[in-house]
T-cell receptor, first 113, second 110 residues
């Protein structure tokens, strides 16, 4: 089945540690996105990538980093510089972005202890 | 003014009722509009794309009003299973970015 997978589903991290969230898609989509959702809030864009080896900062990129070495994969690293990392992280992809439907992975819920 | 605005609700309606949500957007050049459904602690899932001519899918109808810059979602014959948060999504023209509303929460009561 085609789709987007994210792992792990739940992640606990101690303060000061970096952690990497996985996002993989087999939809052959060019564009991939990372969003953060806080309780009662809308989705906020962290980073997005239009094509392999290229990515742009979203609205809240500080304290996060990404890579896009393969079309299928767009991992997100939450660094210790992110002051309030506890949130629900969602990965999405689209065929080419802008006008196309976004499809979401099941999300990773990160808690910093 | 926020780029995309929604009434957060909650809208509490009895089963069988008809309920409508609006979503306003600020960029008149936006071309693509979507309604997503999000269940508690789950990912958003596409409910409908919104076309200029309006579109219908079963009990759900979406409409676009470009003059007033809003989109709407109408749900007829509400079911308990329709209880969720409905997100309005608008593309940012000339970019690969999408802007999400904060969502409207619907509770359908037995």
């Amino acid at each position: 089945d085609g789709g987007i997978t994210q792992s792990p589903k739940y992640l606990f991290r101690k303060e000061g540690q970096n952690v990497t969230l996985s996002c993989e898609q087999n939809l052959n989509h060019d564009a991939m996105y990372w969003y953060r959702q806080d309780p009662g809030q809308g989705l906020r864009l962290i980073y997005y990538s239009q094509i392999v080896n290229d990515f742009q900062k979203g609205d809240i990129a500080e304290g996060y980093s990404v890579s896009r070495e393969k079309k299928e994969s767009f991992p997100l690293t939450v660094t210790s510089a992110q002051k309030n990392p506890t949130a629900f992280y969602l990965c999405a992809s689209t065929t080419s972005g802008g006008a196309d439907t976004q499809y979401f992975g099941p999300g990773t819920r990160l808690t910093v202890l | 003014r926020k780029e995309v605005e929604q009434d957060p609700g909650p809208f509490n309606v009895p089963e069988g009722a008809t309920v409508a949500f609006n979503c306003t957007y600020s960029n008149s050049a936006s071309q693509s509009f979507f309604w997503y459904r999000q269940d508690c602690r789950k990912e958003p899932k596409l409910l409908m794309s919104v076309y200029s001519s309006g579109n219908e899918d079963g009990r759900f109808t979406a409409q676009l009003n470009r003059a007033s810059q809003y989109i709407s979602l109408l749900i007829r014959d509400s079911k308990l299973s329709d209880s969720a948060t409905y997100l309005c999504v608008v593309n940012m023209p000339g970019t690969y970015k999408y802007i999400f509303g904060t969502g409207t929460r619907l509770k359908v009561l037995a």
